[in-house]
């Protein structure tokens, strides 16, 4: 890892140069942050777990037709992704009232919404990563017209499949963030894909049955080990033994090591779909102008 030029570092993951042209390498660390990094702690097998999960989420959601940049896991911490511009909008989808929202709204925690809501965020640490709306995001020349319409048609179909897979193993998806990047082809065609990571850290996944949470908002607001919460997930997933493979804050470096890695076959046979430059429509499905 010295011998390879670090690009950037964020607070969960650096981004190496890749081993193949277009490419890069994602490395997970271990950091957990909250609040805009104010709270900030060094979790052991954080980073194997959300490497783990986010690579097979990835997978599944290709299978539906959502291009992603992953291609294939390296080993415990490391993913070969493709080269992408990141567009510095977060998208957040909410099914269910907690975190902000509670709190900017007035709306009790737990509320079940009556239709998912997108929330738009511009990505700036030094601001607080600001919530937004589509003027600003066209207006400011983060993303046109054409991809903020194709960011949130992937977002929805994101939330559809993952609802449904969470459910299936007694979980509740929440709400979660999304980011995209842009891909360029050799003509200038410009597609839009999924970037970053879908993991606890940027799900809210909370037991069906019990309600406990088994994301970052352990960390955040200390409700309990994060790790025994993401390792849950993974087990649900099938992802690790029932065993698990960190225990009293130590991680089973051979268990680990020996998982089967995890390769995005679908990738290889996708066609990619340039984004139409014809009229767009609104990017929530409906008309008309507001005030």
Excluded at 277 to 287: F, I, L, Y
Aim: contains cysteine; hydrophobic residues 40%.
């Amino acid at each position: 890892m010295a011998r390879r030029k670090a690009l950037f570092e964020g607070k969960a993951k650096i981004i190496y140069e890749g081993t193949e042209p277009g490419t890069f390498i994602q490395y997970f660390k271990d950091d957990a942050t909250a609040f805009n990094a104010e709270k900030h702690e060094v979790i052991a097998g954080k980073g194997v777990l959300n490497n783990r999960i986010s690579a097979h989420l990835m997978t599944k959601l290709e299978s539906i037709g959502v291009p992603t940049h992953f291609i294939r896991s390296l080993n415990m911490r490391e993913q070969l992704i493709r080269e992408v511009e990141i567009i510095p909008v977060e998208l957040t989808i909410r099914n269910i009232a907690a975190g902000s929202i509670c709190k900017r709204l007035g709306i009790k925690e737990g509320t079940v919404l009556p239709q998912p809501i997108v929330e738009f965020y511009y990505k700036k640490d030094e601001l607080g990563d600001p919530m937004v709306n589509e003027n600003h995001i066209v207006a400011l020349g983060w993303a046109d017209p054409y991809e903020l319409e194709e960011m949130v048609g992937q977002a929805f179909r994101v939330n559809d499949y993952l609802n449904g897979l969470f459910a299936g193993i007694g979980l509740r998806l929440v709400d979660f963030k999304l980011e995209f990047g842009r891909l360029y082809g050799e003509y200038g065609e410009v597609y839009i894909m999924l970037a970053d990571e879908v993991s606890p850290d940027n799900c809210r996944l909370w037991d069906d049955a019990t309600g406990e949470k088994l994301d970052k908002d352990r960390f955040r607001f200390d409700l309990g080990n994060l790790v025994e919460g993401y390792q849950e997930i993974a087990k649900r997933l099938g992802l690790i033994p029932e065993t698990g493979i960190i225990e009293g804050g130590n991680i089973n470096e051979q268990l680990a090591a020996g998982l089967d890695e995890i390769e995005n076959e679908l990738a290889k046979q996708r066609r990619l779909r340039a984004i139409s430059k014809g009229t767009p429509k609104n990017p929530r499905g409906t008309s008309g102008t507001s005030a």
